[in-house]
């Protein structure tokens, strides 16, 4: 799913409109780490491995290891995208955002080697 808002929206605000509506694990960054998205976590039957922020006390820094290892490969794709709108208007970059990520998923397709 792909979510277009205005540069002052933070990610973590709208992160759960993009959340399955139910059961599955969510594998976030720190940003995310909040009472408010966990919760919605939990009402949807989702699981949260949200890495923990630096400053919780409880936190398990085996654990956090464990999930950054595991967002790791999928973090790269992220960095070849767009980082700014070529566009003016919501509608523009919506559009925009939807074909790069169709063409980023096109050329993870092409790239993914037979089993």
């Keep these: 799913k792909v979510v277009v808002t205005a540069a002052n929206v933070l990610d973590f ?31 949807r039957g989702c699981h949260s491995a949200v ?3 630096n400053s919780k006390k409880e936190r398990n820094k085996e654990l956090n290891s464990w999930r950054s290892k595991r967002r790791m490969p999928f ?11 070529k566009f003016k208007g919501h509608a ?16 993870k397709a092409l790239t993914v080697s037979p089993t």
């Excluded at 409109?17 to 009402?43: Q, R, W």
């Excluded at 973090?75 to 709108?85: D, H, M, Y």
């Design 92 to 107: 523009k970059v919506t559009m925009q955002c939807f074909m790069e990520a169709i063409c980023a998923n096109l050329k």
């Design 75 to 85: 973090e790269g794709g992220f960095s070849k995208l767009r980082k700014r709108a």
């Design 51 to 53: 890495i923990e922020k």
């Design 13 to 43: 605000q709208v992160g759960t409109s993009i959340l399955p509506k139910t059961g599955a694990c969510i594998f976030a960054d720190k940003l995310y780490d909040t009472k408010g998205f966990n919760v919605t976590l939990t009402s």
